[in-house]
């Protein structure tokens, strides 16, 4: 099993560049970052402190996540970024996955890494036709549609407290929200 925690701020008034300068600096400060993944910018390895930021249960390492990712636009995107199945049509609740996988495909057929907020997909059986972040997703919530985020991998849930204190130093409030997959 594997898990996305997601934190999503919701009134950044920062453009997405300095917003994601700013959450690196803080996580980095916090200990909770360290360096940035060479072959991959905007991917960052734990620092000392990784297990801060989150619940703790009996019999956890002193690795608090996998990786972890700050996203920046410039576009907009959605989360969660990994794949995801059971995609249902908001209006008839159609199962409509192979629509809205081939509308988040680029020509080459590779996932698209251009501005999807104006990407639109269409319900073969009662014709409705909406954006791809307003379908009917089975094993999320919803989708959100953003240009920035905090993302780690495969760790446990953000403490409150936590997630308080970063609020407070980036000056936003951040929604969490998870998602997971075998
Ligand atoms: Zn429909």
């Given at each position: 099993m594997n898990v996305a925690r997601y934190l999503i701020p919701i009134d950044s008034r920062l453009s997405a560049a300095e917003?994601?300068?700013?959450?690196?600096?803080?996580l980095r400060?916090?200990?909770v970052i360290s360096s940035e993944d060479e072959r991959f910018p905007s991917l960052f390895?734990?620092?000392?402190?990784?297990?801060e930021p989150f619940e703790k249960e009996p019999g956890d390492d002193e690795q608090g996540f996998e990786s972890a990712c700050i996203f920046s636009g410039p576009h907009f995107?959605?989360?969660?970024d990994e794949y995801v199945d059971g995609i249902r049509c908001p209006k008839c609740d159609a199962e409509i996955t192979d629509q809205w996988a081939d509308a988040m495909k680029d020509q080459e057929g590779y996932k698209r890494?251009?501005?999807?907020?104006?990407?639109?997909?269409?319900?073969?059986?009662?014709?409705y036709t909406c954006r791809v972040h307003e379908v009917k997703p089975d094993t999320v919530d919803k989708f959100f549609l953003t240009d920035r985020y905090v993302c780690f991998?495969?760790?446990?849930?953000?403490?409150a407290e936590w997630v308080a204190e970063f609020d407070r130093r980036l000056g936003c409030h951040h929604e969490v929200f998870e998602y997971g997959w075998t």
């Open positions: 917003y994601a300068k700013n959450a690196e600096t803080v400060e916090m200990g390895y734990r620092g000392n402190k990784s297990t995107t959605l989360a969660p890494e251009d501005d999807v907020s104006q990407v639109w997909v269409s319900c073969p059986k009662c014709g991998w495969n760790a446990r849930m953000p403490r």
